[in-house]
Antibody, heavy 112, light 110 residues
Framework: EVQLVESGGGLVQPGGSLRLSCEAS????????MYWVRQAPGKGLEYVSG????????YYANSVKDRFTISRDNSRNTVYLQMGSLRPEDTAVYYC?????WGQGTLVTVSS | QSALTQPASVSGSPGQSITISCTGT?????????VSWYQQHPGKAPKLLIY???TRPSGVSHRFSGSKSGNTASLTISGLQAEDEAEYYC??????????FGGGTKLTVL
């Protein structure tokens, strides 16, 4: 079955860090550019980051640049999102996605 | 990286057709044929309806179609059904090699 499964979300204090993981199965992970997209409560979708097939090139939304780092491990079929200097406005469901394949999302809550 | 512009809401009766617009700039919608449309029901992950402006993934109903003219892309849903009631988002590849989404359009089936 083709699927993406995110994990690592939770409650974190402002200024803190969190690492999200997304494990892929059912398709040739290493041949796809992978993305993270987020959705704040009651709000629309927002592109967060993307990473090339070999992990050598990464792209970020201005809102997370210099605070978030995307990476991937093709041997583990997993893409990561290391989030730092977290702010309340980073509170959202974070989705891992590639084309028509989306995970179920993992909720990150930044609050004291 | 300004969000693409979509109407906040549209409505239609069962059986009718509706069109949702998505306006960007030459740096995104107008510059690339990489516009996608997603449908999202409450509490669910988005579902890809259209990619590359007008291509439907396998399994997506032929009632959904996409087009583009200049800096504006459009999603048309024909033969509206009750289950089409959802939020719809457009997205486009950008000159910065990132993607940008529209603000979303809530479709109400009357």
């Amino acid at each position: 079955e083709v699927q993406l499964v995110e994990s690592g979300g939770g409650l974190v204090q402002p200024g803190g860090s969190l690492r999200l993981s997304c494990e892929a199965s059912g398709f040739t992970f290493s041949t796809y550019i992978m993305y993270w997209v987020r959705q704040a409560p009651g709000k629309g979708l927002e592109y967060v980051s993307g990473i090339s097939t070999d992990g050598g090139t990464a792209y970020y939304a201005n809102s997370v640049k210099d605070r978030f780092t995307i990476s991937r491990d093709n041997s583990r079929n997993t893409v990561y999102l290391q989030m730092g200097s977290l702010r309340p406005e980073d509170t959202a469901v974070y989705y891992c996605a590639v084309g028509a394949i989306w995970g179920q999302g993992t909720l990150v809550t930044v609050s004291s | 990286q300004s969000a693409l512009t979509q109407p906040a809401s549209v409505s239609g009766s069962p059986g009718q057709s509706i069109t949702i617009s998505c306006t960007g700039t030459n740096s995104d919608v107008g510059g690339y044929n990489f516009v996608s449309w997603y449908q999202q029901h409450p509490g669910k992950a988005p579902k890809l309806l259209i990619y590359d402006v007008s291509t439907r993934p396998s399994g997506v109903s032929h009632r959904f179609s996409g087009s583009k003219s200049g800096n504006t892309a459009s999603l048309t849903i024909s033969g509206l059904q009750a289950e089409d009631e959802a939020e719809y988002y457009c997205s486009s590849y950008t000159i910065s090699s990132t993607w940008v989404f529209g603000g979303g359009t809530k479709l109400t089936v009357l």
